[in-house]
């Protein structure tokens, strides 16, 4: 009986794909690695190298900082913006002329969404409870996805107002 013996599982940073440097992990955590950016692919038709049949797997690769920013000066790598309320993803050569001022307006709405829940935070200190952050991210998070402006003004629960002009007071 033959027997079958399983690798074991990565725990590091694998090194750069392309160059071959070793990377370090940030915060100890293999899938984060410092100074380079860790792909996914999960193959396709026209592969002749890897398409798994039945799915259930990728293959996961790191490439360093400097290796990506070589890839992109060459035009070698897209950037895909999803589409968003019924219009088409749109695929750009990343680093492109004019391609730095385009964004999906989703993650552009997200982006000024946060700031405004930023700023809030910051200009009241005080009332930010424990917990408070955290349903106040969920909220903004949520008319993001919906394509809605966040208020946090709006959002923040009456007890949470309260409390805070007690505090002032």
């Not at 999960?42 to 592969?47: K, L, P």
Request: charged share 20%; proline share 8%; hydrophobic share 35%.
């Amino acid at each position: 009986m033959a027997v079958t013996v399983r690798p074991e599982p990565v725990k590091a940073v694998q090194p750069c794909a392309v160059c071959g440097m070793v990377l370090e992990a940030m915060d100890e955590d293999p899938d984060v690695p410092y100074a380079g950016d860790v792909f996914t692919a999960t193959g396709h038709y026209g592969s002749t190298m890897y398409d798994p049949v039945f799915g259930g797997e990728h293959l996961t690769l790191t490439i360093c900082t400097d290796c990506l920013s070589g890839m992109r000066a060459r035009g070698a790598v897209t950037r895909t913006l999803l589409g968003v309320h019924g219009a088409e993803p749109e695929r750009l050569i990343w680093g492109a002329p004019g391609e730095a001022e385009r964004d999906n307006p989703r993650n552009a709405l997200r982006l000024k969404n946060e700031r405004a829940l930023a700023v809030y935070a910051g200009s009241n200190p005080q009332a930010m409870y424990p917990g408070l952050y955290a349903e106040l991210m969920e909220l903004c998070d949520q008319d993001s996805q919906a394509g809605v402006t966040f208020n946090p003004y709006d959002a923040v629960p009456p007890a949470a107002k309260t409390s805070a002009t007690e505090e002032q007071a």
